[in-house]
């Protein structure tokens, strides 16, 4: 398992959801209740290995699964 390609997979997935739901990094860090933007940043450039209940607070904010923001299928970790 490389962590490098795991933490770049999740921080592009996350990315892409947050556009879809049309939420700037400022807005999903307030929804979620970081103190700022920047911390959404680093996850989506896959800089940080976050924590569960953040992913688990990023999943409800944007009304997703995990399998959105990550999908192992077909994938060489």
């Known amino acids: 398992m490389q962590k490098e390609k795991i933490l770049l997979e999740f ?4 990315k892409a959801e947050r556009n ?3 939420l700037s990094q400022e807005k999903l860090a307030e929804k979620i209740g970081l103190s ?3 911390v959404i940043g ?3 450039r896959g ?3 976050t924590s569960l209940t ?3 607070a990023i999943m409800n904010a944007l009304n997703i699964d995990f399998e959105k923001l990550f999908n192992r299928h077909g994938k060489d970790f």
């Open 47 to 49: 800089e940080v290995n």
């Open 11 to 14: 921080g592009r997935n996350l």
């Open 36 to 38: 700022y933007g920047q």
């Open 20 to 22: 879809r739901a049309g």
């Open 54 to 56: 953040t992913i688990i």
């Open 42 to 44: 680093t996850i989506e």
